[in-house]
T-cell receptor
């Protein structure tokens, strides 16, 4: 059974870089790691996805170490509008292989202050 | 516009009265799934569907049913709702299992 662990909350100030780490000790070898952002009263929205090393897009970077037991979402120069809950997502695992179930973490509430 | 549409947005019902929450996507996605979101517990998968007529249980399927008779629709059925099913529900779809998920706006359900 896969499980993800994230900090419950984080505080930051505008303009700072924020790094949110997710632990996923039991991840299938062929699985991806995906991060979502959720604002109040809205559905989650895709941010970034990666398999290993580093992935960067226009809004974030994702760092995945060689053992893939964790991943770090990096948000450069956050603004007030980045205040949201951030979830990491991996597939469930059984008998050493990925299943078709998806496991979200409990999410990290990022509060950005002026 | 590409979207996942859930209805209703808000629903208040009483224990035992059968209800259906509809979910429809216009992106020709194969993978669809339902989640419930509760304070402190994050998002938990209820059921998912890999394609038409192919559905399977997620992490918390008890008390729920689904069907996938058409590719675009994936309704969530509560045959006999109970107060512990009071929650915020999200439907999502994607091209495939490991692809980007598109979520609906959510359905806030209260069972009295």
């Amino acid at each position: 059974l896969a499980k993800t662990t994230q900090p419950i909350s984080m505080d930051s100030y505008e303009g700072q870089e924020v790094n949110i780490t997710c632990s996923h000790n039991n991840i299938a070898t062929n699985d991806y790691i995906t991060w979502y952002q959720q604002f109040p009263s809205q559905g989650p929205r895709f941010i970034i996805q990666g398999y290993k090393t580093k992935v960067t897009n226009e809004v974030a970077s994702l760092f995945i170490p060689a053992d893939r037991k964790s991943s770090t979402l990096s948000l450069p120069r956050v603004s007030l509008s980045d205040t949201a809950v951030y979830y990491c997502l991996v597939g469930d695992i059984a008998d050493g292989g990925a299943t078709n179930k998806l496991i979200f973490g409990t999410g990290t509430l990022l509060a950005v202050q002026p | 516009e590409a979207q996942v549409t859930q209805n209703p947005r808000y629903l208040i019902t009483v224990t035992g009265k059968k209800l259906t929450v509809t979910c429809s996507q216009n992106m020709n996605h194969e993978y669809m799934s339902w989640y419930r979101q509760d304070p402190g517990l994050g998002l938990r998968q209820i059921y998912y569907s890999m394609n038409v007529e192919v559905t399977d249980k997620g992490d918390v399927p008890e008390g729920y049913k689904v069907s996938r008779k058409e590719k675009r629709n994936f309704p969530l059925i509560l045959e006999s709702p109970s107060p512990n099913q009071t929650s915020l529900y999200f439907c999502a779809s994607s091209r495939g299992l490991r692809e980007k998920l598109f979520f609906g706006s959510g359905t806030q359900l209260s069972v009295l």
